[in-house]
């Protein structure tokens, strides 16, 4: 396995690399007591705010529990990296399914209809997610199971601030910078000075 990581992170046992981006990277492991097998995701550079918003998104997680979210099954830091220890699914994205050719009418509702009540439950639980994309839902091989990823812009819904104490605090991501994906973004998250702070609508909007 290539990078710094050697092939034992503390209680796991690393099989594979799975995915890497600017800031992390996603691993196949076991834990090596139980055998159960994880998507253990690692912030490779963690500085101060990086990793107090990875925390963030791992308690988060933590806090959900939906049929087409991702069950975080242990957070925290070892040898000096924050890591997420996830329920691992095994599928291609939303993303490069549609790629490979226009899916099914039925099948396209079916998949959007769970994502919509994955997206119902966070908004529920007080939480906004903000950057809704086919990249960001995963469809599990063999069930076809959409499963919606990438809590990263996590942000508290101001309308729902009773439902989700998150150590009192009030949201995740810093305010007045511009996050997300463009072709995705709903208006507010560009411009929050002109059109408001995000809300549920915002995530109704990346739904499309």
């Known amino acids: 396995m290539s ?8 209680p796991f046992a690393i099989e ?15 834990h090596a007591e139980s055998g159960q097998p994880v998507a253990l995701k690692l912030l490779l550079n963690p500085g101060a705010s990086g990793a107090k918003r990875f925390a963030q998104e791992a308690r988060v997680l933590a806090r959900l529990s939906h049929p087409n979210l991702l069950r975080v099954l242990d957070y925290g830091e070892l040898e000096g990296k924050p890591y997420m220890a996830m329920e691992l699914v095994v599928g291609e994205d939303l993303r490069a399914r549609t790629e490979r050719g226009i899916p ?15 997206v119902h439950h966070c908004h529920e639980n007080g939480i906004l997610h903000r950057d809704l994309k086919p990249a960001n839902i995963l469809l599990e091989e063999g069930s076809g199971r959409p499963v919606l990823i990438d809590f990263g812009l996590v942000k508290r ?3 729902q601030m009773e439902l989700a104490s998150l150590d009192g605090q009030t949201q995740f991501s810093q305010s007045g910078t ?3 994906t463009p072709e995705y973004m709903a208006p507010e998250q560009i411009n929050e000075r002109e059109f408001g702070e995000p809300t549920r609508a915002t995530d109704v909007y990346g739904l499309g």
């Open 3 to 10: 990078g710094p990581l050697t092939r034992r992170f503390g």
């Open 16 to 30: 594979g690399e799975l995915a890497r981006g600017g800031q992390g990277s996603v691993w196949r492991a076991r």
């Open 104 to 118: 099914p009418a039925d099948w396209s509702v079916d998949v959007i209809a769970q994502v919509a009540g994955a």
């Open 157 to 159: 819904d101001a309308d």
């Open 178 to 180: 511009i996050k997300g």
